[in-house]
């Protein structure tokens, strides 16, 4: 038997087991996320990073008027000097971040899932005063879209666990 018959043979084999366990796409027809699409609303922003995290959050979940689930989160940062040079001048920062979340049912009030997400990024300090704020707002925009990801992934991972109101 050749390579690629094994490789074609594997491949089929994979799929079966796949197709055995129960897998199904989340989003699919029958997915347990799709529950989740344009019925979730989320807190209202207090603060820029706030903001962020809110507009990462409903591009992945949608925007809802009459929502089945409510997103309450916590957002805590801080940044520490990552780089710095001999002369006492901090060359680079590291902000990081997380975000306690708890999705409830809206009706009853009752928490159905909730987490805590951790990540980090980092900008230079190299150039001028006006580039190094860009820099670092540009970090913590980036750092607010990795935690709504996070917490997204969070929610669809738990989402066969939950039940709609």
Do not use: H
């Amino acid at each position: 038997m050749s390579w690629s018959e094994r490789r074609r043979i594997l491949a089929l084999l994979a799929v079966a087991a796949l197709s055995g366990c129960g897998f199904a796409p989340a989003y699919g027809p029958d997915g347990a996320a799709v529950e989740l699409l344009d019925r979730v609303a989320v807190d209202a922003p207090s603060d820029k990073d706030g903001f962020d995290l809110l507009e990462r959050l409903e591009e992945r979940l949608g925007r809802t008027g009459s929502p089945e689930f409510q997103l309450g989160y916590r957002i805590d940062t801080r940044t520490v000097e990552q780089s710095v040079a001999p002369d006492n001048a901090i060359n680079r920062y590291q902000v990081i971040g997380s975000a306690n979340f708890t999705l409830r049912n809206a009706q009853t009030n009752e928490t159905v899932s909730s987490g805590r997400v951790t990540s980090f990024t980092s900008y230079s300090a190299f150039g001028t005063p006006v580039s190094t704020e860009a820099a670092e707002a540009d970090a913590r925009t980036r750092l607010m879209r990795i935690l709504a990801d996070d917490i997204v992934t969070r929610l669809i991972a738990t989402s066969g666990n939950r039940k709609s109101p």
